[in-house]
């Protein structure tokens, strides 16, 4: 087996892995963390995260995973390889179910939040959290487990992979 083979097998694995553990942290300490919060904070830390986070490394790791893992996919598609390949592929459907998540759910809840403008300006913030905070929470639970199992498929392939390899 080659290099690429092996490393964007890696690849594949070590971003998804990232993101399962983004969303995950978002999931059990950041929300609920900000929960507790009043609305003035958990709507200026929302918008400010929602700019934050928009930077090279997320970027990397976001579309990475799913690029990697189409990528090892199509570089296990050798029969000596094949046992690996329907954990590949399983990782990358799963993860493409986070993408879309993400850009149906997510991505629009963020960007109404950022509408809602200057929170010191805000009329009536409450409703703005209210029509924000349970949509984004269990929308990002969902991406959460799909990132996770994505990661597990992806992680048992690997160790087909290095027995593959001996």
Do not use: K
Not at 29 to 43: E, K, N, T, W
Not at 86 to 101: K, N
Request: charged share 10%.
């Amino acid at each position: 087996m080659g290099f690429w083979t092996s490393a964007t097998l890696v690849a594949a694995t070590l971003t998804t892995g990232l993101m399962a553990g983004l969303f995950a942290a978002f999931w059990y300490a950041i929300m609920p963390g900000l929960a507790r919060a009043s609305d003035l904070a958990f709507v200026e830390g929302m918008q400010r995260i929602n700019v934050a986070i928009l930077n090279g490394w997320f970027g990397l790791c976001f579309a990475g995973a799913l690029v990697f893992s189409v990528v090892a996919a199509i570089l296990h598609a050798g029969a000596e390889r094949r046992a690996v390949l329907p954990w590949i592929v399983a990782g990358a459907v799963l993860y493409l179910v986070v993408l879309v998540v993400t850009v149906a759910a997510n991505v629009p809840l963020n960007d109404r939040l950022d509408a809602a403008g200057d929170p010191d300006r805000i009329g009536d913030l409450h409703a703005v959290r209210a029509q924000f905070e349970a949509a984004w929470v269990r929308w990002n639970a969902v991406r959460t487990l799909a990132c996770t199992v994505s990661f597990g498929c992806l992680t048992w392939a690997l160790v087909l992979h290095g027995r593959l390899a001996r």
